[in-house]
């Protein structure tokens, strides 16, 4: 098992910048990629960054590319997320993943692990 816990999020104006942090706990060897999927009422969740366990290779939703980033933190076990150039649209719960797939998959369902998500609020 692997336990995710999510920190950072908040509220920010348009054009302001946030971070994420998630930190793995357990057995952190199942997790071969890990990531930020994002959801809102009445939507299903969506990808929004992922990285692979080696920190070699990230993959991004089109509508974060150039805005977001994701990294391995200094801690280790640790993602982070950078936002900047925050939109209204960014607006949604915020959810860790991590998957035992090889591969950084797209769908939420390939994934087998998730934090209880922090709030992300950018008002116009």
């Known amino acids: 098992q692997v336990q995710l816990v999510e920190s950072g999020g908040g509220s920010v104006q348009a054009g302001g910048s946030l971070r994420l942090s998630c930190a793995a706990s357990?057995?952190?060897?199942?997790?071969?990629?890990m990531g930020w999927f994002r959801q809102t009422p009445g939507r299903e969740r969506e990808e929004v960054a992922l990285i692979y366990a080696s920190g070699l290779s990230t993959r991004y939703a089109d509508a974060v590319k150039g805005r977001f980033t994701i990294s391995q933190g200094n801690a280790p076990n640790t993602v982070l997320l950078q936002m900047d150039s925050l939109e209204p649209d960014d607006t949604a719960m915020y959810f860790c993943a991590a998957g035992r797939s090889p591969f950084c998959l797209a769908g939420w369902t390939d994934y087998d692990f998730w934090g209880q998500g922090t709030q992300v609020t950018v008002s116009s």
């Open positions: 357990g057995y952190t060897a199942s997790r071969n990629c």
